[in-house]
Structures are given as C-alpha cells and as structure tokens.
C-alpha cells in the first residue's frame, strides 16, 4: 500500500519504472473532472526528469482533451498510434502532441468517483508505438493501485482539514465544550470552558475525571450525565 503521505514520489517514482517496462518515454496520471473540464491531481514524468504536480506535458489541457472526453467517460481505452490515425475532429489533441513531439499515445480511463476520472497513460517521441496487451494489462492494475493511493491521499488532506477546523473551534470559541472516554475521563475541552473554570490550559486536563477538578457535588452531577 502507499501511504498518504509518501503519495507524491510514490507515482513519480512509479511512473518512471511503468515507462522503462514500457519502453514510453513520457508518462502521466491525472483526475479529470468532465463536468468542468478541469484538471487535477497531476502527475507527469519525462525521460530526463521527473515533475510531480500540475504539468501541461501531461495532457492537462482541456480545450486539447474535448476529443477523448466522451470516451474516457465511458471508460474506453484510447490508442493513438499515429497522428495520421486520428480523426478530423481530433484537430485540437493533433497539434497538442504535435507541439509535444509526441508520435503515440495510449490513455486509461478508470473510475475515480462521482463524474470523476482517473487517466493513466504513455506517449513515445522517439517512434510510432503501439502498446502490447502486457503493457495494458499492467497498466490496468497499477492504475488500480493509483486510484486506491489517490483516494486515500484525499481523505487524509480532508481529515487534515478538519481537524484544522476543529482546532481553531476549540481554541476561540468562549462555549464550554469537552469530549469524553467512556470512564468519563476528559480527552479534550474548550479553551473557554479551561479559562471559566480557572484549570489552566486544555492539555492539563486530559485524562482527570470531573472528581479530579470539580467538588463532589458538581462531580457527582456531570458524571450522572
């Protein structure tokens, strides 16, 4: 599995080893959200360097994409072996790989959640190529490993927040607010509630009872409750 926090050179590094095996010189993953045409989650590796992040190398522009939006909703796989294969109405990702020096491509859709898209794929400037049903194949699970790490790199950046939010909660609002284990010890409190009750700081408090910083009367009744 790939941590969350080691997502980022994970994929680079990935990418990198997925293009030696392929014999691509360029390779990329991004999300793709067909509602807005917009690009994220970019990543975008070249023989020479590696670029984690957003890169226009890495058909992260939407007016060059429109083409293969349709298809890529409808999780089909795109090959373009030559720029003479493809149709008039590709004029706009003829001259995105044009300007690329990009000869082939091959781009793998896979569902990502909600409208949204995840595209793996390979391009070759040296020679016309065509992917063999091996370097499919494996594109097919690795891409699968991607989405997983993806989805998991989101939900921590989500949590993250979060819990930014519920720090700054805490911190500035005067309410007394506490949480509690089920020995009805404090794991947390408001810093009003500390300051009201003359406790010291929040962190003081954890781990004591209503018993340890209330009188026996006021203790008794929190803890009934």
């Known amino acids: 599995n790939i941590m969350p926090d080691g997502t980022d050179a994970a994929i680079t590094s990935s990418l ?4 030696m095996f392929t014999g691509s010189d360029k390779s990329f993953i991004f999300i793709l959200s067909p509602v807005t045409m917009s690009v ?6 070249s023989s020479g360097e590696i670029a984690a992040g957003n890169d226009h190398g890495a058909l992260t522009c939407a007016d060059a994409i429109k083409w293969m939006v349709p ?10 072996r030559s720029l003479n294969d493809l149709p008039r109405e590709a004029e706009n990702i003829r001259e995105f790989m044009k300007a690329r020096d ?12 909600g409208n949204d898209i995840c595209v793996l794929g390979f391009s070759s400037s040296k020679e016309e190529k065509l992917w063999s049903e091996e370097d499919l194949n494996l594109l097919k699970i690795i891409g699968e490993i991607f989405v997983g790490a993806l989805k998991r790199k989101e939900t ?9 939010l519920v ?5 500035n609002i005067p309410d007394h607010i506490y949480f509690k284990d089920r020995e009805s010890r404090f794991i947390r409190i408001s810093r009003g509630m500390a300051d009201d009750y003359n ?18 009367k006021h203790a008794g009744e929190a803890f009934e409750d």
Not at 71 to 80: G, H, P, T
Request: hydrophobic share 40%; net charge negative.
């Open 16 to 19: 990198h080893d997925l293009s």
């Open 40 to 45: 994220e989650q970019a990543y975008y590796w």
């Open 71 to 80: 298809r890529l909703c409808k999780m089909v796989e795109i090959q373009v």
């Open 102 to 113: 990009m000869k082939s491509l091959t781009c793998m859709p896979f569902e990502y959640g």
């Open 156 to 164: 921590s950046s989500a949590l993250e927040q979060e819990k930014v």
């Open 167 to 171: 720090n700054a909660l805490m911190h």
């Open 199 to 216: 406790l010291g700081s929040p962190e003081a408090v954890i781990g004591k009872t209503d018993f340890d910083i209330f009188s026996n």
